[in-house]
């Protein structure tokens, strides 16, 4: 590439940090010379949390102790920290509650949709139940993260239902009224395409059938709108965009007007009405809070707590416009470093159609990014031939960008 050329990118580069209103975030996380493109599996750390995390450990476990449920707030975390995610993706206070993984709330999720579609298949006077005639098929995304499959198919079998996996495409022409529930995945882990929630959500109540959409990819990166399109259960993680630490714990969605029959599978003490009644029957929570089961993990759930504060003040929406900013340029940047044919894009060029992350396609894809890394710049690699980039707006930067694309390019 000329050297005029690449002038022009780096200079294009500047001015869009220099417009940037978000770039005064980048100085809220642990950061250094890398390149760092990889918050779409793990979230930078915010400077606020390892202070937060040596208070809990010294003066609320040290000193409080057990003193610390009531006057710490430990006990009420879980839906606290909950409300402060509401905003990200689009809820109303009271409806999210944090704590468990992604993958046990997929399965919290699951059962409890099959249980609220035969009930409702009982109210509208026709079978509801599993099993023949009745609602007995679980629709899956079949290009979903594993994990989401896996926990489908087992909850299926305990159900009495038929798992079906399709993708999203292939939703509206799959769903009938044996449709129970269906799982999919708001941004495809892979390629980093879009779903269209309101569109797809709108066809599965069309039939009676239970929305859930795991949020995983997408939370922290763009407008989800769950109160607004309807959804009926959501989960999702908090170690990637939201950068709540690895492992940090998952939530669960559970729309206003379902909870009063949300039937959690996993009942356990933290999600009854008199946890310190130690009653022998099980007498659910009112709420979202009847998705908790066991005591929260509070070292990890105070970490997330913490990192939530960089989102006071923050938009989702101009951090949605500075990801597709991002992730145009990035394209544009590929497209004049990168020699012709070493990559292609498997990553939707419509708006529409894109999350905040770009994978291209490309011979020995692992060795490509393990150059890389030794280069300063952290994607990661997903077999067979994928590299991913993702791009946080709170702390990506535009020169970022420029400066990775063109490592790419010195690839080949």
Known sequence: M??????????????????????????????????????NSLGALPRSVPG????????????????????????????????????????????IVVGDSTSVNVFKAVVGAVRLAAEKGDDEGHAGRPGPGGRDEVLVDATTFPTDGYIAASAARLTGCTLRPVTPDEVPGALSERTAAVLLN?????????????????????????AIWDLCHSAGALPVGLDEHGVDLAVGCTYKYLNGGPGSPAY???????????????????????????TPDFTPAPGALRGRVGTPDILSMLALEAALEVWDDVSIDAVRTKSLALTDFFLECVESYVPEGAVESVTPTAHTERGSQVALRCADAGNVMRRLIGRGVVGDFREPDVLRFGFTPLYVGFGDVERAARVLGEMF
């Open 2 to 39: 000329s050297e005029p050329s690449e002038t022009a990118v780096r200079l294009k580069a500047e001015k869009l940090d220099a417009t940037d209103e978000l770039a005064g975030l980048r100085a809220q996380f642990v950061l250094d010379d890398t390149v760092y493109l990889d918050g």
């Open 252 to 278: 669960l969605y559970v729309r206003e007007a379902l909870q009063p029959r949300f039937d959690s599978p996993l009942p356990g003490w933290n999600s009854h009405a008199d946890p310190f009644g130690m």
């Open 52 to 95: 937060r995390v040596e208070d809990v450990v010294r003066r609320q476990w040290g000193s409080l102790r057990i003193r610390s449920w009531d006057e710490s707030g430990w006990w009420t975390a879980p839906e606290r920290i909950g409300d402060r995610i509401a905003p990200l993706v689009g809820a109303a206070p009271g409806q």
């Open 186 to 210: 708001h941004v495809d882990y892979r390629t980093g395409r879009l779903h269209d929630l309101p569109s797809l959500t709108s066809s599965i109540h069309a039939v009676g059938a239970v």
